[in-house]
C-alpha cells in the first residue's frame, strides 16, 4: 500500500499520528489457531510494520510488528519506559498501575542502570547454572506429585505453577516452608481488583519481606536477599524500601512467566510429535528447542510500550515526540524477514535472537535461569513419562486469551 | 583473523554472549561482561557473531 506512511521515505514526511486513521484497535485476541498470533495483527504485520493503532483508552498509538522495528524501539534510549508520562499508551483502559511506579520496569538511563546491575549480579549465566541442581530437584519433585495423581492429571496444577515459583523461593529466600504463604500473597496483589485491595495485599508483601530483610541483617545467608543486604543496604547504596521493590517485583516477574512457558510449551510439543520425536531421539536439541519455544508461542498478549521523548525513526516510520509506541514481540518472533517459515515450529533452528525476553536495557535479567528451568523441566518431563500424551486428545485446548500472558489454565496429560 | 571488541561500558549484564559463546565471554560479579579472548579461533567465529546479534545492547563488535 503505497500511500501509507510505513512506506514513505525519510522523516519529512512525518504524519502526526492523531491524524491517522487506526488500523486496529489494541490489544487483539482473537485466534485462527491456538499457537499462533491474533490473525489481525499478521495481516497488519505484512503490510505496515509500524502501525498506527487505538488503545484501550482511546487514544492512539504505533503499534510495531517488525523484528527490526522491536529491536530499534526497545533499544532506543529517547523512547522512555516512564509510565506516568501522558503519552505513555495505556494498554488496559485503567490509570496507570500504582504497583508498579518507581520499579525497575518503569525507570530510564542511569537511574535504571544503577538499580539494575544489583539485579544482574545475582542472575549470571554462571549464578543460574549452578542452580541446575536445586531446579532438577524441584522440578522431579513436582513431577513426583503428577504420578502420584495418575493419568489425566492436570500439568499446569502439578508442574508448571510449582516449578518456577519454587525456584524463585530459592533464589531469593523465601523459605520452602513459606512457599504457599508467598505464593498467596502473590496473588491476592495480582488479583485485587481495587486499589485498596491493592494497598493492604502491598502492605502485607513488603511487611513479609521486611521480616526477611531483618533476618539477613543478623544473620549471613548465600540467597539474593542476604547479598543485596551485604553489598548494598549496609553500604547506603540501596534503601530498604527499594530492596523490598526490588526483591518481591523479581519474584513476581518469574512466576506466572515461566509458568505459562511451561504449560504452553508442553501443549505445544504434545500437538508437533514429530518435533516431540525429534526431541526425544536427540535430547541435545533441547537448549535450542527452548528458544525456538519461546520464539514461536505468541504468549505476550498486551505488547511492550514506550513513550517517545523525542522525535525517533522506527523501522521508516517516524515517532513524533510525545507519542506511545507498543513494540509486539510475537509478531516479530515471526518476521519473514528473520526467520525462514516463521509460521513452523522446528526446534533444529537456531531461535536464540528471539525477543520474547524483551531487548534493550530493560531486557529480562534473569533469562538464563528462565532458559535453564525450562530445559530442565521439559527434558525430566520427556524421560520420566516416554509416552506423554494429551488426556484429552485433539479436544480444543483449554487457553486463557485474554490474560497478560497468554497461557493453557488446564493441561490434563496422560502415559 | 576476527577481532572482537566489547564495549563494557554499554554493557547491561545480561549475559546473552555468555551464553552464546562461553569460551570468549564471562560475567564479573556484577554481571558486566569481559572478554577471555579477542582473536577467536576459527570455529568459534559463529558464536562470536552469534553473541554480537543478541546482545540487547549492541554492546560487541566483531571485526574481520
Same mark, same amino acid.
Given at each position: 500500500?503505497?500511500?501509507?506512511?510505513?512506506?514513505?521515505?525519510?522523516?519529512?514526511?512525518?504524519?502526526?499520528?492523531?491524524?491517522?486513521?487506526?488500523?486496529?484497535?489494541?490489544? $487483539?485476541?482473537?485466534?485462527?489457531?491456538?499457537?499462533?498470533?491474533?490473525?489481525?495483527?499478521? @495481516?497488519?504485520?505484512? %503490510?505496515?510494520?509500524?502501525?498506527?493503532?487505538?488503545?484501550?483508552?482511546?487514544?492512539?498509538? *504505533?503499534?510495531?510488528?517488525?523484528?527490526?522495528?522491536?529491536?530499534?524501539?526497545?533499544?532506543?534510549?529517547?523512547?522512555?519506559?516512564?509510565?506516568?508520562?501522558?503519552?505513555?499508551?495505556?494498554?488496559?483502559?485503567?490509570?496507570?498501575?500504582?504497583?508498579?511506579?518507581?520499579?525497575?520496569?518503569?525507570?530510564?538511563?542511569?537511574?535504571?542502570?544503577? =538499580?539494575? /546491575?544489583?539485579?544482574?549480579?545475582?542472575?549470571?549465566? /554462571? /549464578?543460574?547454572?549452578?542452580?541446575?541442581?536445586?531446579?532438577?530437584?524441584?522440578?522431579?519433585?513436582?513431577?513426583?506429585?503428577?504420578?502420584?495423581?495418575?493419568?489425566?492429571?492436570?500439568?499446569?496444577?502439578?508442574?508448571?505453577?510449582? +516449578?518456577?515459583?519454587?525456584?524463585?523461593?530459592?533464589?531469593?529466600?523465601?523459605?520452602?516452608?513459606?512457599?504457599?504463604?508467598?505464593?498467596?500473597?502473590?496473588?491476592?496483589?495480582?488479583?485485587?481488583?481495587?486499589?485498596?485491595?491493592?494497598?493492604?495485599?502491598?502492605?502485607?508483601?513488603?511487611?513479609?519481606?521486611?521480616?526477611?530483610?531483618?533476618?539477613?541483617? !543478623?544473620?549471613?545467608? &548465600?540467597?539474593?536477599?542476604?547479598?543485596?543486604? %551485604?553489598?548494598?543496604?549496609?553500604?547506603? @547504596?540501596?534503601?530498604?524500601?527499594?530492596?523490598?521493590?526490588?526483591? *518481591?517485583?523479581?519474584?513476581?516477574?518469574? $512466576?506466572?512467566?515461566?509458568? !505459562?512457558?511451561?504449560?504452553?510449551?508442553?501443549?505445544?510439543?504434545?500437538?508437533?510429535?514429530?518435533?516431540?520425536?525429534?526431541?526425544?531421539?536427540?535430547?541435545?536439541?533441547?537448549?535450542?528447542?527452548?528458544?525456538?519455544?519461546?520464539?514461536?508461542?505468541?504468549?505476550? $498478549?498486551?505488547?511492550?510500550?514506550? +513513550?517517545?521523548?523525542?522525535?525517533?525513526?522506527?523501522?521508516?516510520?517516524?515517532?513524533?515526540?510525545? @507519542?506511545g509506541v507498543v513494540a509486539l514481540p510475537p509478531l516479530a518472533n515471526r518476521d519473514p524477514a528473520v526467520f525462514e517459515r516463521p509460521d513452523e515450529l522446528d526446534v533444529r533452528r537456531n531461535?536464540?535472537?528471539?525477543?520474547?525476553?524483551? =531487548?534493550?536495557? !530493560?531486557?529480562?535479567?534473569?533469562?538464563?535461569?528462565?532458559?535453564? @528451568?525450562?530445559?530442565?523441566? =521439559?527434558?525430566?518431563?520427556?524421560?520420566?513419562?516416554?509416552?506423554? %500424551?494429551?488426556? &484429552?486428545?485433539?479436544?480444543?485446548?483449554?487457553?486463557?486469551?485474554?490474560?497478560?500472558?497468554?497461557?493453557v489454565s488446564e493441561l490434563a496429560v496422560a502415559w | 583473523m576476527v577481532r572482537v571488541n566489547l564495549d563494557r561500558d554499554r554493557c547491561y549484564g545480561l549475559g546473552q554472549c555468555v551464553l552464546?559463546?562461553?569460551?570468549?565471554?564471562?560475567?564479573?560479579?556484577?554481571?558486566?561482561?569481559?572478554?577471555? #579472548?579477542?582473536?577467536?579461533?576459527?570455529?568459534?567465529?559463529?558464536?562470536?557473531?552469534?553473541?554480537?546479534?543478541?546482545?540487547?545492547?549492541?554492546?560487541?563488535? #566483531?571485526?574481520?
Open positions: 500500500m503505497s500511500s501509507h506512511p510505513a512506506a514513505a521515505p525519510g522523516p519529512e514526511t512525518a504524519t502526526p499520528l492523531h491524524t491517522l486513521a487506526p488500523e486496529l484497535t489494541f490489544p $487483539q485476541f482473537e485466534r485462527a489457531t491456538p499457537f499462533d498470533p491474533p490473525e489481525a495483527y499478521t @495481516e497488519l504485520s505484512g %503490510r505496515c510494520p509500524v502501525a498506527p493503532v487505538r488503545m484501550a483508552d482511546g487514544k492512539p498509538s *504505533w503499534l510495531i510488528t517488525s523484528f527490526e522495528g522491536v529491536r530499534a524501539a526497545l533499544s532506543d534510549p529517547r523512547l522512555s519506559s516512564d509510565m506516568s508520562h501522558p503519552g505513555f499508551p495505556n494498554r488496559t483502559g485503567k490509570p496507570v498501575d500504582d504497583l508498579l511506579k518507581d520499579t525497575l520496569g518503569a525507570m530510564d538511563g542511569e537511574r535504571h542502570r544503577y =538499580y539494575r /546491575r544489583m539485579l544482574t549480579g545475582e542472575l549470571t549465566v /554462571r /549464578r543460574a547454572k549452578a542452580m541446575r541442581p536445586v531446579i532438577t530437584q524441584i522440578t522431579d519433585e513436582a513431577l513426583d506429585q503428577l504420578a502420584a495423581a495418575g493419568p489425566g492429571a492436570d500439568l499446569v496444577k502439578h508442574v508448571a505453577l510449582v +516449578v518456577p515459583s519454587r525456584v524463585a523461593c530459592h533464589l531469593v529466600g523465601i523459605p520452602l516452608s513459606e512457599y504457599e504463604l508467598f505464593t498467596g500473597m502473590a496473588a491476592k496483589l495480582m488479583e485485587a481488583t481495587s486499589s485498596a485491595d491493592q494497598i493492604a495485599a502491598l502492605q502485607d508483601m513488603v511487611s513479609y519481606f521486611d521480616k526477611l530483610v531483618t533476618d539477613r541483617e !543478623h544473620h549471613d545467608r &548465600d540467597d539474593l536477599l542476604g547479598h543485596m543486604v %551485604r553489598r548494598y543496604l549496609s553500604t547506603g @547504596e540501596l534503601t530498604r524500601e527499594m530492596l523490598i521493590r526490588l526483591a *518481591w517485583t523479581t519474584m513476581a516477574a518469574g $512466576q506466572e512467566t515461566t509458568a !505459562h512457558m511451561i504449560g504452553l510449551g508442553v501443549a505445544a510439543l504434545l500437538r508437533h510429535p514429530d518435533q516431540l520425536e525429534l526431541l526425544r531421539r536427540e535430547p541435545h536439541l533441547m537448549p535450542g528447542a527452548v528458544d525456538e519455544l519461546m520464539r514461536y508461542l505468541p504468549m505476550i $498478549q498486551f505488547g511492550i510500550p514506550r +513513550v517517545a521523548m523525542d522525535d525517533v525513526e522506527v523501522d521508516g516510520q517516524t515517532v513524533t515526540a510525545g @507519542e531461535a536464540r535472537q528471539h525477543l520474547s525476553f524483551g =531487548y534493550g536495557p !530493560h531486557q529480562c535479567p534473569a533469562h538464563a535461569l528462565a532458559r535453564l @528451568e525450562l530445559e530442565v523441566v =521439559y527434558s525430566r518431563l520427556l524421560e520420566r513419562f516416554p509416552t506423554l %500424551r494429551l488426556a &484429552d486428545g485433539d479436544a480444543d485446548l483449554k487457553v486463557q486469551d485474554e490474560d497478560i500472558m497468554y497461557n | 552464546a559463546a562461553p569460551d570468549v565471554f564471562d560475567q564479573d560479579d556484577e554481571g558486566i561482561a569481559w572478554l577471555l #579472548v579477542e582473536e577467536p579461533r576459527p570455529e568459534q567465529h559463529d558464536e562470536v557473531r552469534q553473541a554480537a546479534m543478541a546482545c540487547p545492547r549492541q554492546a560487541i563488535g #566483531v571485526a574481520d
